[in-house]
């Protein structure tokens, strides 16, 4: 079986579309009433019939399309390169003469056709027929295409000896003209085709013929086929599972304690789920054990969580956390400091805080901070992060610290029903004037609290490196005695 | 033995090929007719047996184990022929329902296209279907008729060859031609002086030959002039 090589030239071209119309213009050339008239050829001692002169060809096409003469000129000259229409007493000269000089047009077979180019077994066969015809004598550059093609298509060469033979067989059991006018057609077929060196070639497209437009598709769909893919099954049994386990929580499906806000105008339920909130609501604390992440993001949870990793000594891991989401989200313009700090406090060798990362990460983030940007310790972070997730977190959730924040927490009340707080509002503004609606703090102050909280707390850690070597001291004189 | 009705077979197909690569080139043009369509529709169920009979011979020796090295080897070659050849009656076969579908004959307002040829193909047809004359018995809108059938048959070689390609595995690149490059012509063919396809080296020849001829005569005018006064001598004297 033939490989069939990509064609990258006429095929995805859509100039190939005005073959069709070209077509469609041949077609009524023929008429024999509105068509071209046609002549004989006289060729030694034969006759053969329909040929046409040059100056009947655009004629024709000038009345029928009603074009300057320039341009009727340049489209018939169009016809005979694409090999609709090929010259007889010059069959090199691919052009339109508007003389008398004779043309004929060329048999359906061996039009241009879009979907196939000229397959060079053709053209061997071709070239194979001729040999026999011409007893060898072939042109310059058919000898070279001989050669090149018996080099390149040697599997096939038998056949394409075969094949010749038979076919000039076949050729004589037809008239003596039909022979000719045949010869005629197969050698304009193949000038068209195979162009002959210095002579233009119509069927190329100039530099950017070996680019292929779909390309970019093509790469694309063989990239999306690569593509690593999720089953809907499995995402949307994800999903499902995300919407079951956070049903109770959703306060617009499953309502919320004490009371939605908007609807009862009371701010007791944001004032109970504050950032950090003495004692959180129980709906709060039990969606820490969902996950992680819900522990993490939480303010309250952080703090509770916290205080587990201090009884763990492994407390520097959550404030080098914390530090590296200051880092990313806070101010940009004192990237450079807070960068140097969380170096020094906790990366250093030999830090007060010295966090546990592997080798590489270490060397990655260090390098990085050479040009401190906001995600320059996204790496460790990420390790920490899962450091925490998959050891501390599993272990804070069977701890005390946690139990009894579960057992402490409050499952607020509901509040009055909505018409009675109705009554009760109209009653107030009636009777007391405009409900006086008290403003939560501003956004600022709650800001500086927690800065101050966070200062407070630095201050008061005990960091690892500092029990570690107390301890140290405490066994060495012990250690002493013995000895001794 | 096996090798020759195999080669015998390939011969035939081979030459069905050719003369359906002929017919189909005159699809659309002025010789076309009804009974184009019939040589085309015979010749190409010809070749089609002839393709089904090839494979099954091929197919048989290539999967038999007892063969030698140098048979494996030719028939080999014989294969990658022969699955050619069938590329090619593929393609002639997708021309010919292209054209059918473009020059429909009982058309009035579809005119052929004037190419100059002015016979018949029925001598090509003969020669495919190994007949002395052409009978031609189709009803006379066969041209749109079998279409139908060309599609199926289209369809049918084209599952030949890839069961083919899957059953039998012959790398096409590993087979060697026998026949160096030139070989046609060194085959006995006479090249009919008569064709007149060759005007430019007829012109050339001629030339040649008109001084030789030129030679030719100014020695036999010599000669008899120096006969005729040797005659005159003789006579005077």
Redo the contacts between chains.
């Keep these: 079986?033939?490989v069939t090589r990509l064609d990258q030239g006429q095929r995805y071209r859509p100039r190939m579309a005005f073959l069709k119309k070209i077509?469609a213009l041949?077609?009524e050339m023929?008429?024999?009433d509105t068509?071209i008239k046609?002549q004989t050829?006289t060729?030694?001692?034969?006759n053969?019939?329909?040929?046409v002169t040059g100056n009947d060809i655009l004629q024709w096409i000038l009345q029928r399309l009603q074009i300057t003469a320039e341009e009727a000129l340049h489209l018939g000259d169009l016809f005979v390169k694409y090999g609709y229409i090929y010259p007889l007493q010059e069959p090199k000269n691919l052009t339109l003469k508007a003389d008398g000089s004779l043309y004929?047009?060329?048999?359906?077979?061996?039009w241009p056709?879009q979907s196939?180019a000229a397959?060079d077994?053709?053209y061997a066969i071709y070239l194979?027929k001729k040999?026999?015809?011409?007893?060898?004598?072939l042109e310059e550059y058919e000898k070279e295409h001989?050669?090149m093609l018996?080099q390149k298509i040697?599997?096939?060469?038998?056949?394409v000896?075969?094949?010749?033979?038979?076919?000039?067989?076949?050729?004589?059991?037809?008239?003596?003209?039909?022979?000719?006018?045949?010869?005629?057609?197969e050698r304009a077929y193949w000038l068209v085709n195979r162009t002959p060196p210095g002579m233009q070639d119509v069927l190329e497209y100039g530099v950017d013929r070996v680019t292929d437009p779909n390309e970019n598709k093509i790469m694309y769909y063989q990239q999306a086929i690569v593509k690593t893919r999720v089953k809907s099954s499995v995402s949307l049994g994800g999903l499902v599972k995300y919407s079951e386990q956070f049903l109770s929580n959703d306060p617009i499906l499953s309502g919320c304690l004490p009371s939605n806000p908007w609807i009862t105008d009371d701010p007791e339920f944001w004032d109970l789920n504050a950032k950090l909130v003495e004692v959180p609501t129980r709906m709060r604390v039990e969606r820490w054990a969902f996950n992680f992440n819900e522990l993490i993001r939480d303010p309250k949870g952080r703090q509770n969580f916290q205080l587990f990793l201090k009884k763990e000594f492994s407390g520097e891991n959550l404030s080098f956390w914390e530090a590296c989401e200051d880092l990313k989200y806070g101010d940009q313009s004192k990237v450079k400091e807070k960068a140097e700090e969380i170096y020094k406090l906790f990366l250093a060798p030999g830090a007060r805080r010295w966090i546990n990362i592997d080798g590489t990460t270490m060397g990655i983030t260090v390098k990085g901070l050479k040009h401190p940007h906001r995600y320059v310790l996204d790496a460790a972070q990420t390790h920490i992060y899962m450091l925490m997730k998959k050891d501390s977190y599993g272990r804070y959730l069977k701890s005390p610290i946690y139990k009894e924040m579960l057992a402490k927490a409050i499952v607020p009340q509901e509040t009055v029903k909505k018409r009675q707080v109705k009554l009760a509002v109209i009653v107030g503004t009636g009777l007391f004037g405009r409900r006086h609606l008290r403003s939560s703090p501003s956004p600022i102050i709650l800001r500086q609290q927690e800065e101050e909280a966070k200062a407070r707390e630095a201050a008061t850690t005990v960091d690892i490196t500092q029990v570690m070597s107390k301890l140290d001291r405490r066994n060495q004189p012990q250690k002493e005695p013995p000895p001794k | 033995m096996v090798k020759e009705e195999c080669k015998a077979l390939l011969d035939a197909l081979n030459k069905v090929t050719a003369c359906y690569r002929h017919m189909v080139l005159t699809i659309g043009g002025t010789s076309d007719s009804q009974n184009l369509r019939e040589e085309l529709k015979k010749t190409r169920q010809k070749a089609q047996e002839l393709a089904v009979a090839n494979r099954n011979k091929l197919t048989t020796v290539l999967k038999d184990k007892t063969v030698s090295k140098e048979d494996k080897a030719e028939f080999e070659r014989l294969w990658v022929i022969f699955s050619t050849c069938l590329e090619i009656l593929e393609i002639d076969m997708r021309r010919a329902l292209e054209l059918g579908h473009e020059f429909p004959l009982n058309v009035p307002k579809k005119h052929l296209i004037q190419t100059g040829m002015s016979g018949g193909t029925s001598g090509v047809a003969a020669r495919a279907m190994s007949v002395q004359n052409m009978k031609y018995e189709a009803e006379h809108n066969i041209d749109v008729v079998d279409l139908k059938d060309l599609e199926n048959e289209i369809n049918q070689v084209g599952e030949m060859m890839y069961e083919m390609e899957m059953k039998v595995n012959v790398p096409q690149w590993t087979v060697e031609a026998k026949q160096d490059p030139g070989a046609e012509l060194k085959s006995t063919i006479s090249v009919g002086a008569s064709s007149i396809g060759m005007i430019s080296v007829e012109e050339n020849k001629s030339f040649c030959d008109i001084s030789k001829v030129l030679a030719g005569i100014v020695f036999s005018a010599v000669l008899i002039i120096a006969i005729v006064l040797a005659v005159c001598v003789v006579k005077l004297s």
Excluded: S
Excluded at chain 1, 154 to 159: A, L, P
């Design positions: 079986m033939t077509e041949m077609m023929q008429n024999p068509g046609t050829q060729v030694m001692i034969a053969i019939p329909h040929a004929r047009f060329q048999t359906p077979y061996f056709v196939w397959d077994t053709d194979a040999n026999i015809k011409r007893k060898g004598i001989y050669n018996n040697n599997y096939k060469w038998d056949f000896i075969m094949q010749a033979k038979e076919q000039y067989k076949a050729g004589k059991e037809r008239k003596k003209e039909d022979r000719y006018a045949l010869d005629c057609q």
